[in-house]
């Protein structure tokens, strides 16, 4: 389901807003790949996936691996 207010258009050499990082997280939930994601915010398909690595959280005993916008704001600083 596409939202018809979005109006975050990524700039080229720019960090990740944390709106952009929230979407990012929808759209995970949504069942999006990274790929359709990166095309979506119009920024690089490494940057989708750096993006999951630093905000990705561990549930389950490990088990399930989730991606939480506030971790990766956080972790942008290299902040625990």
């Not at 975050?8 to 807003?17: D, M, N, P």
């Not at 999951?52 to 561990?58: C, F, Q, T």
């Not at 005993?61 to 971790?71: P, Q, W």
């Amino acid at each position: 389901m596409d939202n018809p207010n979005c109006n975050t258009k990524h700039s080229k050499g720019q960090h990740l807003t944390y709106e952009e990082r929230v979407e990012i997280e929808i759209r995970l939930k949504d069942g999006w790949t990274p790929y359709k994601i990166h095309k979506h915010l119009g920024c690089s398909f490494n940057t989708i996936k750096n993006e999951y690595e630093r905000g990705k959280v561990l549930l389950f005993n490990g088990k399930v691996e989730r991606y939480k916008a506030s971790v990766g704001q956080k972790n942008i600083y290299g902040k625990s």
